[in-house]
């Protein structure tokens, strides 16, 4: 019996140890994030923005946190909403530009 709860228990306890951290997904979404901050989109989108920053935020807690496979989903909702929100926002300054 106390091997069928030690086996239990290290079978559980190991299941931390090969979940990999989600690196490559975390600097994505941080640079998709800087490069719609940077495109204006808190102001010329800041809902999406808003969005963006929020799970990029939840992703980072989460990863500090060692919870990887949320910190990976978050991380992929993050640069999703960049990349939304830096595309409206640039598009929003070009028509800007054209109604000139």
């Known amino acids: 019996m106390r091997f069928i709860v030690f086996s239990f228990l290290l079978i559980l306890g190991s299941c931390g140890l090969t979940t990999t951290r989600p690196k490559v997904e975390m600097s994505l979404a941080q640079a998709a994030?800087?490069?719609?901050?940077e495109a204006g989109a808190?102001?010329?989108a800041?809902?999406?923005f808003r969005k963006a920053e929020d799970y990029y935020l939840k992703a980072k807690s989460s990863y500090r946190r060692k919870y990887f496979n949320k910190a990976q989903e978050y991380a992929l909702l993050s640069k999703k909403y960049s990349?939304?929100?830096e595309y409206q926002s640039q598009r929003k300054k070009a028509l800007?530009?054209?109604a000139e």
């Not at 994030?33 to 901050?37: D, H, L, S, T, V």
Request: proline fraction near 6%.
């Open 83 to 85: 990349e939304q929100a």
């Open 42 to 44: 808190d102001v010329h």
């Open 33 to 37: 994030f800087m490069a719609a901050k």
């Open 46 to 48: 800041p809902n999406i």
């Open 96 to 98: 800007e530009g054209n």
